[in-house]
C-alpha cells in the first residue's frame, strides 16, 4: 500500500507535461516492480514515455540507475534512452526518470506465455547481456553498488548469494502460501559452496 507522500499517477502525469511538453492523456503503473513507481504514459500527442519515480529515501538507487544505464547503454546492454534525470528533490519532492518507452509488453506480464522457443531466444539475449556484464572490470564486492565507487553490500559471493535466499525465505513468509522450510536445502547447500 502506497504512503501518503509516495509518488502517484498525478505525480507522474505532472513530470511528464513538464518534461516533455505536453500533457498526458492516460498514465498507468507498471503492474511490476516493488521499490519504484513506474509509469507508462501515452501524451495527448501520441508519444510515449516511462516516467520513473522513487521514494526520496530511494535516491541513491536511483543516482545507480542513471550511472549504470550511463555505462551500460553503450556497450550495448538493450536499456531504454534516458530522456532526463533529476534527482536533486528541489523540483520535484522524488527522485525523477523520464526513459524511452521501448515498444511491447512487460516480460514479467508476457512470460507466462512464452513458448519453448520464445523462452530460448530470451535466455540466448540474457545470457548476451550478462557476457556484457560479465566485460566490466571487477567491483570491489558483490551485490548491488550504485556505482563502482559506491558501497558494496557483500564482501564475499557466497554472502550475496545467501542474502538472496534470506529474502526469498522472508518473501515466503510474508506470503504464507508454502512453508519457510521449503527453502532449507537451498540454504543448506549455499552454506555448503559459500566460499
Known amino acids: 500500500m502506497a504512503a501518503p507522500c509516495d509518488p502517484s499517477c498525478g505525480d507522474a502525469a505532472a513530470v511528464a507535461a513538464d ?14 516492480g516493488l521499490r519504484h513507481f513506474v509509469y507508462d504514459v501515452r501524451l495527448i500527442d501520441g508519444r510515449r514515455a516511462v516516467i520513473r519515480l522513487s521514494r526520496r529515501n530511494d535516491a541513491e538507487a536511483a543516482r545507480g540507475a542513471l550511472y549504470w544505464s550511463a555505462l551500460l547503454r553503450p556497450k550495448g546492454v538493450p536499456l531504454p534512452a534516458v530522456l532526463h534525470g533529476d534527482l536533486s528533490l528541489t523540483r520535484w ?10 515498444p511491447g509488453d512487460d516480460l514479467g506480464d508476457v512470460h507466462p506465455r512464452l513458448d519453448r522457443r520464445e523462452l530460448r531466444t530470451l535466455a540466448e539475449r540474457l545470457a548476451a547481456i550478462q557476457a556484457i556484464v560479465a566485460g566490466l572490470p571487477r567491483g570491489r564486492g558483490y551485490g548491488y553498488a550504485a556505482s563502482y565507487a559506491g558501497d558494496f553490500p557483500h564482501a564475499a559471493w557466497g554472502e550475496a548469494v545467501a542474502a538472496l535466499v534470506e529474502r526469498g525465505r522472508a518473501r515466503i513468509r510474508a506470503a504464507g502460501v508454502v512453508d519457510e522450510s521449503i527453502v532449507d536445502p537451498v540454504t543448506a547447500a549455499t552454506e555448503r559452496i559459500a566460499s
Open 93 to 102: 519532492a522524488f527522485p525523477v526518470m523520464v526513459l524511452e518507452r521501448l
Open 19 to 32: 518534461v516533455l511538453g505536453a500533457p498526458a492523456a492516460a498514465v498507468a503503473r507498471f503492474t511490476t
